[in-house]
């Protein structure tokens, strides 16, 4: 079969190698649609770094470089294992690309998101989803609705991040939202806000075909922060700042917004993944009571199913409408030239681009 092997910085190899095999707990999905992510992005330019080098394997699944690529997946399950009960041949599904150790502090409070030890799917285990096929444990597995386009099963990856961010800021009906960035968990953000019960969601960006995409699914005003001061907006239209701000760039720009772009006694909830440095002094936080958390990632472990069945529902319902996120679907052998460096062209009108095998 053909997959995408990740070699280490700037080195993606289209490849054939023999299926690997279905173990007891297992299920072979043939893929019909992968997503590239920001991570990817991320270990193509910088990595590895949520993928294991060459020199120290995964401690969870023992994998080191090469590793195949693509977390954002979905196809038609085409084999089981001996013990696989709840899944059939013939299955539409997604996966959960979490895998977990079960035994460390954070999985036994069941926070398995934080697991010490996660692997992923895509990234840091034996399968991924650049490729015609993918085995992956049966545990991970996340059964479509016959209604959802089986393609679509590739976004409820990130959609999944959204829900989960949603939850985590706390956010009720009735709340005023802003989110800053509007990549594909940004405007998942806005769909699963607007799901929620925002009334009023701004969205801040400087790409416009992203902004018109944040329109296109729920977005009640979008900014260009270059042509005009989006805080300044966002507070003038909320009488003092929205209740809850989402920050998923990850930069000290769009940090220091959605701080500022929020009331007092206000909630910011951060979501884009960065080692950099935000500028936070604790008087934005202590005098007005606004508070910050983090969000990372969704449900997983015994519970890999939740947010994700979430997402199913809410695509079922047409709540959630992936198609606008879609810019191009292209081939596994035109994956580097058409994907990955069309998508890191600063240029670029891309939010999401899907591979289909």
Not at 86 to 107: L, Q
Not at 232 to 259: H, K, L, Q, S
């Amino acid at each position: 079969m053909r997959v995408a092997n990740y070699y280490g910085s700037g080195d993606i190899r289209v490849e054939s190698v023999a299926e690997p095999a279905v173990g007891a707990d297992d299920v072979r999905i043939e893929v019909a649609a992968c997503g590239i992510c920001g991570t990817d992005l991320h270990e193509f330019e910088d990595g590895p770094d949520l993928t294991p080098d060459e020199d120290t394997p995964h401690p969870l699944t023992g994998v080191s470089l090469p590793v195949p690529l693509g977390h954002e997946f979905s196809g038609t399950v085409t084999e089981v294992g001996s013990d696989v009960c709840d899944v059939a041949v013939g299955d539409e599904v997604t996966a959960n690309p979490a895998m977990v150790c079960g035994d460390c502090r954070y999985c036994a409070e069941g926070r398995h998101n934080l697991c010490e030890s996660v692997a992923n799917i895509g990234l840091s285990a034996a399968s991924g989803g650049f490729a015609e096929s993918a085995v992956v444990p049966a545990s991970n597995v996340v059964q479509l609705p016959d209604s959802v386009p089986v393609e679509y099963g590739a976004l409820v990856e990130p959609f999944s991040v959204g829900v989960h961010a949603t939850r985590r800021s706390g956010m009720q009906a009735g709340d005023s939202v802003a989110v800053f960035g509007a990549g594909p968990i940004g405007i998942s953000i806005v769909q699963a806000a607007k799901a929620a019960g925002a009334t009023d969601v701004f969205v801040s960006e400087p790409r416009a075909k992203r902004r018109e995409i944040a329109e296109a699914v729920g977005a009640t005003e979008t900014l260009d922060p270059t042509a005009t001061d989006a805080v300044d907006e966002i507070t003038d239209a909320t009488n003092g700042g929205v209740d809850v701000a989402f920050e998923a760039v990850g930069i000290e720009p769009t940090f220091r917004a959605a701080i500022e772009a929020t009331k007092r006694g206000g909630q910011i909830t951060a979501v884009g993944i960065s080692d950099d440095d935000v500028g936070l002094t604790p008087n934005e936080l202590v005098v007005v009571e606004r508070s910050i958390n983090g969000s990372n990632g969704y449900l997983s472990g015994p519970l890999a199913d939740r947010e994700f069945e979430m997402v199913t529902s809410f695509l079922e319902s047409g709540e959630f409408d992936p198609e606008p996120m879609i810019t191009a679907r292209i081939s596994l052998e035109d994956l580097v030239d058409e994907g990955f460096e069309a998508l890191l062209d600063s240029e670029s009108e891309h939010v999401k681009i899907l591979v289909e095998p």
